[in-house]
């Protein structure tokens, strides 16, 4: 037997000590298995004595061929556990004698790339509802600021409305002291003036009654202001909120960028 050989043999114990996985640890010659030792799960019967026609087609067998060391991964089809199956060419004065085989159980790493694809899924549908959710924030802030502009304009045409209702206010004051000069011509006029009487008292009638309306009107106008003045408050405030809730979503979606990012992370890791 090659000395390479003899060496690894009875250094295999220690090899696998220093694994921090479960491990099957098998040592080849160029014809068949010198040492086959099985690990906790990895715990299939013992090859040792097989010839290495049994393993044609395993990874043994193309690094031996290849010449180059070799990594594959299996699932647990076969032997009911996913494992990891490194196999080392070993030389000795530049001859090919054998080959080293370390078996590991990839179960934790199965385990870490299935909670992390389930992570990325699940981040991902977090994201998206969060960009749906941060879309509508944004369409309502909009639509809010929208119907605040309409409300400062409803706004601007009450003061204009309440500005000619002064106006009006005015007029009537006007036409009350023009129909009381004319009663005090009327009657300085006796006889002759009670027809200009008779309109004077008409003008004054409706100077009254269109210094009462105007009252009304501006009382009205007045209740219409305050509560679109409300309005618009409110809609500030919620258009303040809804920003808020905006960049509130960003940075959560930065948040949910960062555990997509460390998600593919623990997927490229546990690649082989």
Known sequence: MSKVLENIISAVDFYREVFPEDVRITVFDTEKVLLDIPGEKVNWPSNTGAPLSKYEGS????????????REERGPERWGIAYISTALPLYE????????????????????????????????????TTE??????TDLSARIQDMSNQLQTIMTDVKQSRFILR??????????LLGLNAAIEAARLGELGKGFEVVANEIRKMADFSKTSA??????????????????????????????????????????????????????????
């Open 132 to 137: 749906i959710v941060g879309q509508a924030s």
């Open 215 to 272: 009252n009304d009107i501006n009382t009205q106008l007045k209740s219409i202001h305050q509560s679109v003045e409300k309005m618009y408050e409110s809609f500030q405030k919620v258009a303040a909120y809804s920003k808020e809730l905006a960049a509130s979503l960003q940075e959560i979606n930065s948040a949910f960028e960062d555990v997509a990012a460390t998600s593919d992370e623990l997927l490229n890791a546990s690649k082989i």
């Open 59 to 70: 990874v043994v067998v193309k690094a031996m061929r290849e010449q180059r060391k070799l």
């Open 167 to 176: 106006s009006v206010e005015e007029i009537a004051e006007n036409s009350k």
């Open 93 to 128: 004065n530049g001859r090919l004698v054998g080959a080293l085989a370390a078996l590991v159980s990839n179960e934790k790493v199965d385990m870490m790339r299935t909670g992390a694809t389930t992570l990325a899924s699940t981040v991902q549908q977090l994201n998206a």
